[in-house]
């Protein structure tokens, strides 16, 4: 499959962050995994879908053999079309896509959701359920017609990624700790990104926001 130059780009973006490598998943609750897929998320699919080795297994050895191509072609079917990333410009389109695979699609929709109540530009207020249906598209296309309106929606976005993140981190659970100070990195990175900042990891970006 011909992917999107577009997803493409986002993509580069999303796998700086989530890996390249194959790892065992010993701080991922998700398991083994490589390119940002994970073998919890393989076996969620159907069985023809997630047998990316063709043995008639979803296991393991399916996330360690797994091409780059196969990566961005899941990300595409599971990501990029259900959060139609075509549909809006750069900014909501990058951070929606980071978000939906790092938080889940549905949290990355609620938040959007949320965000373009308090942008005022539905007819009435949107159920903040996770689906991206008609009206939510419709909405979200209203507020980034708006002056700056996809900049303060990707803006609205991120702001709650990092509030749950707290969230999961006040928990305690180690799951979650171990984690956070790589999260806040990542939505720090993210802000760099949409605002065409330097953005990768050896550009510490987050130490320019925090001296700021």
Request: charged fraction near 20%.
């Amino acid at each position: 499959m011909i992917l999107p130059d577009f997803f493409l780009r986002l993509m580069e973006f999303v796998l700086h962050w989530e890996g390249l490598a194959y790892t065992g998943g010993r701080n991922d609750k998700g398991g083994a995994t490589k390119f940002g897929v994970s073998l919890r998320f393989l076996k969620g699919l159907p069985v023809l879908e997630g047998d990316l080795d063709g043995d008639g297994a979803v296991t393991w050895k399916d996330v360690f053999s797994m091409t780059r191509e196969q990566a961005l072609d899941l990300f595409w079917r599971h990501f990029g079309q259900p959060l139609y990333v075509g549909a809006w410009p750069s900014p909501l389109a990058a951070v929606l896509l980071d978000t939906g695979v790092n938080c889940g699609r549905g949290s990355a929709v609620r938040w959007a959701q949320a965000a373009c109540n308090g942008m005022g530009e539905a007819p009435a207020p949107l159920l903040v359920d996770g689906v991206l249906g008609q009206k939510t598209r419709a909405a979200l296309c209203a507020a980034c017609r708006l002056p700056g309106g996809p900049d303060a929606l990707a803006r609205a976005v991120i702001a709650a990624r990092k509030a749950h993140y707290d969230r999961l981190n006040a928990t305690g659970d180690p799951d979650y700790t171990v984690n956070h100070k790589g999260w806040m990195r990542r939505v720090a990175s993210l802000e760099a990104f949409v605002a065409g900042r330097p953005w990768r990891m050896e550009d510490k970006p987050w130490e320019r926001t925090q001296a700021a």
